[in-house]
């Protein structure tokens, strides 16, 4: 069996059961990035808007794309797989890892644009994570 990571670093892909034809050529995931995915996901449990479905938390080179069924319809009406947030890490530190500061942005998908739009940065990962998963303006589930 092929277990090969999706190229998007996408948390949720088994690959059991998958044909091989369907199988995305492996990516390079260090076990840091996994750890952080996990953080991200442990993280995402506790939001208070739509607790009932489980948001994807997905690798796009140093940063991290959230998405999420979109359960109000008012972005997709059919329910399906829209942008949440966007994490991406401050400078690349001494040690050579981006974000090693602590200093990260939070970005909300801007739908009807098309764009990302920034909403926090150069705060902790903590900081984010807290209004991410808060929501009260409902920026990142709309």
Known sequence: ????????GASAFSGAGAPEALL?????????????IHRLQ?????????????PLVLREGESFRI???CCS???DPSGGL????LLTPGPVGADGVAG?????SLSARDHAAGV????????????????LCVDSERQFWP
């Open 1 to 8: 069996m092929n277990t090969a990571r999706p190229s998007d």
């Open 24 to 36: 995305p050529a492996a990516s390079p995931v260090s076990p840091v990035s996994d750890l952080m």
């Open 42 to 54: 442990r993280a995402l449990r506790e939001r208070v808007r739509y607790r009932y479905v489980e």
């Open 67 to 69: 998405q999420s069924p």
């Open 73 to 75: 319809r008012n972005v």
């Open 82 to 85: 829209i942008d949440i947030a």
């Open 100 to 104: 090693a500061g602590g200093d990260w």
């Open 116 to 131: 990302w739009r920034a909403c926090l940065s150069d705060a902790p990962l903590e900081l984010l994570l807290d209004a």
